[in-house]
């Protein structure tokens, strides 16, 4: 299940948009917050939400889906 929060900067709440539909609000308003929920989601579905709507990084993604409770930093220079 994917969930979406989307606050605006006036402290208006939307909940459970499309992910695009929340990418969109938060590029559109300037300090929003926006949390993404991807509980017991597909691994595929995830995967494509992280790649194609939120153009994460291939190796961010990867990490994402994975267990891995070793912080890093990664710089991908863009």
């Given amino acids: 299940m994917i969930r979406?929060?989307?606050r605006s900067p006036a402290g208006d709440l939307n909940t459970d948009l499309a992910?695009?539909?929340?990418?969109d609000g938060?590029?559109?308003s300037p300090g929003a917050l926006l949390?993404?929920?991807?509980?017991?989601?597909a691994v595929a579905s995830a995967e494509q939400v992280l790649r194609d709507?939120?153009?994460?990084?291939?190796?961010?993604?990867h990490d994402a889906l994975r267990e891995?409770?070793?912080?890093?930093?990664?710089d991908?220079?863009?």
């Fill in 68 to 74: 891995s409770h070793v912080p890093k930093i990664d």
């Fill in 19 to 23: 992910p695009h539909e929340a990418l």
């Fill in 26 to 28: 938060f590029r559109s």
């Fill in 35 to 41: 949390w993404v929920d991807l509980s017991d989601e």
């Fill in 53 to 61: 709507v939120f153009q994460f990084h291939p190796l961010a993604v």
């Fill in 4 to 6: 979406t929060l989307l």
């Fill in 76 to 78: 991908w220079t863009d």
